[in-house]
């Protein structure tokens, strides 16, 4: 066991360098737990890993709070997770009140729209890079190729088409791919999922607020890029608690920012509600990961192991992927001026083509809309 103040200095650190997503967090906590302290062996790492990647919500996020677990108990869990997820909770919500302001300066409008134009080709990015590993491993497991695609599609169609019930879709074909491995091996199973919440608030109050951050905390199956279309619709189609001007900026800002990018919900609260709004929404967006780990326990890295657990991934996976691949779509169509098209492209050559790191893309790409805005470009 290690004292609580040295599970609250590494797991602050990792919060605060951990740019790049996902891939990094996981490389720091490994480097730390493993290489560094030893308090994990490098199977257990990976065994916890692989567990967390079976669970909905920030897969990323789950593990630093499940290694801290594993380090100092229950109270290594809340203090290192809290560490972790603070600093980008923090980040996002000041660069909300520059960027998502009733009247910036026209630089930050610029630079916001410049940043903003560019998220599409991150979206492009995040799911493309999902898709190989994804496809391989249906392969070599009980997926089938037509399934596979199927499920994709169906995400695709359902974050451009549905986007506020998209979860709806993630959920079936979990389901489906369920029902129809137990049918397959001879045995319906009676596991039942204890119920999934599909109804939403009629108006966009704090209950409304509450749904949609727990949609991004809970149901998010893929974690990472697919709470985007989760956001976007009840975000500015539903409730209108932002433009899609300002949504590209949250998605840019929970980018550029280090830690968990489901802190971008603290900027959509904050558009919807305030500093109070976007702190509701973070701690319903991370509840789900505390509990999972802190009621699970001992028992959260034999979920490796669960058919059931699998088989349900092996239908929601794919589709999140697609889901991530269609926000794409309703990102671009936030796109109001020319100038930001050009920028989209670029974005696009330097991610996609020549592999460029996203957040300094992203951070180029708003230092050149900063400019555009200053030497007069029309702004959205």
């Given at each position: 066991?290690?004292?609580?103040?040295?599970i609250a200095r590494e797991w602050l650190r990792i919060g605060l360098i951990g740019f790049g997503g996902p891939?990094?967090?996981?490389?720091?906590?490994?480097?730390?737990?493993?290489?560094?302290?030893?308090?994990?062996?490098?199977?257990?790492?990976?065994?916890?890993?692989?567990?967390?990647?079976?669970?909905?919500?920030?897969?990323?996020?789950?593990?630093?709070?499940?290694?801290?677990?594993?380090?100092?108990?229950?109270?290594?869990?809340?203090?290192?997770?809290?560490?972790?997820?603070?600093?980008?909770?923090?980040?996002?919500?000041?660069?909300?009140?520059?960027?998502?302001?009733?009247?910036?300066?026209?630089?930050?409008?610029?630079?916001?729209?410049?940043?903003?134009?560019?998220?599409?080709?991150?979206?492009?990015?995040?799911?493309?890079?999902?898709?190989?590993?994804?496809?391989?491993?249906?392969?070599?497991?009980?997926?089938?190729?037509?399934?596979?695609?199927?499920?994709?599609?169906?995400?695709?169609?359902?974050?451009?088409?549905i986007g506020p019930y998209l979860v709806l879709v993630l959920v079936a074909c979990g389901l489906f791919e369920?029902?129809?491995?137990?049918?397959?091996?001879?045995?319906?199973?009676?596991?039942?999922?204890?119920?999934?919440?599909?109804?939403?608030?009629?108006?966009?109050?704090?209950?409304?607020?509450?749904?949609?951050?727990?949609?991004?905390?809970?149901?998010?199956?893929?974690?990472?890029?697919?709470?985007?279309?989760?956001?976007?619709?009840?975000?500015?189609?539903?409730?209108?608690?932002?433009?899609?001007?300002?949504?590209l900026n949250a998605v840019a800002i929970g980018q550029v920012t280090p830690g968990p990018v489901v802190a971008?919900?603290?900027?959509?609260?904050?558009?919807?509600?305030?500093?109070?709004?976007?702190?509701?929404?973070?701690?319903?967006?991370?509840?789900?990961?505390?509990?999972?780990?802190?009621?699970?326990?001992?028992?959260?890295?034999?979920?490796?192991?669960?058919?059931?657990?699998?088989?349900?991934?092996?239908?929601?996976?794919?589709?999140?992927?697609?889901?991530?691949?269609?926000?794409?779509?309703?990102?671009?169509?936030?796109?109001?001026?020319?100038?930001?098209?050009?920028?989209?492209?670029?974005?696009?050559?330097?991610?996609?083509?020549?592999?460029?790191?996203?957040?300094?893309?992203?951070?180029?790409?708003?230092?050149?809309?900063?400019?555009?805005?200053?030497?007069?470009?029309?702004?959205?």
């Open positions: 066991m290690a004292p609580l103040s040295v891939p990094a967090h996981i490389s720091l906590l490994r480097d730390l737990v493993v290489r560094r302290k030893g308090w994990m062996d490098a199977r257990s790492f990976e065994d916890a890993n692989a567990a967390c990647s079976l669970l909905p919500g920030p897969g990323s996020t789950q593990l630093a709070i499940f290694c801290a677990y594993r380090v100092g108990g229950p109270a290594g869990a809340v203090i290192g997770g809290l560490c972790f997820v603070v600093p980008a909770v923090v980040m996002v919500l000041l660069l909300s009140v520059v960027f998502l302001a009733s009247a910036p300066p026209e630089w930050v409008l610029g630079a916001g729209a410049g940043a903003g134009a560019a998220v599409a080709a991150v979206a492009v990015r995040a799911g493309g890079d999902l898709v190989g590993p994804s496809y391989h491993h249906a392969m070599e497991g009980h997926g089938h190729r037509l399934r596979w695609l199927a499920y994709l599609l169906a995400g695709i169609v359902a974050a451009v088409a369920l029902v129809r491995r137990s049918w397959f091996d001879g045995s319906v199973s009676s596991w039942t999922p204890a119920g999934v919440l599909v109804g939403t608030a009629s108006t966009g109050g704090i209950g409304a607020l509450a749904w949609t951050a727990f949609k991004v905390g809970a149901l998010s199956f893929g974690g990472g890029f697919v709470i985007v279309p989760l956001m976007q619709g009840d975000a500015v189609d539903v409730y209108h608690w932002m433009t899609d001007a300002q949504f971008t919900v603290a900027a959509v609260g904050y558009a919807a509600h305030g500093v109070g709004g976007a702190l509701l929404a973070a701690a319903v967006a991370f509840a789900p990961s505390f509990s999972f780990i802190l009621l699970g326990g001992g028992r959260f890295e034999r979920l490796r192991g669960n058919e059931k657990a699998r088989g349900f991934l092996d239908g929601a996976g794919p589709a999140a992927i697609g889901a991530i691949l269609g926000s794409a779509v309703t990102l671009a169509g936030g796109i109001d001026e020319g100038w930001q098209i050009a920028i989209l492209a670029a974005a696009a050559i330097a991610l996609l083509l020549l592999r460029r790191s996203v957040v300094a893309t992203l951070v180029a790409a708003g230092a050149l809309g900063a400019v555009l805005a200053l030497a007069g470009a029309p702004l959205p």
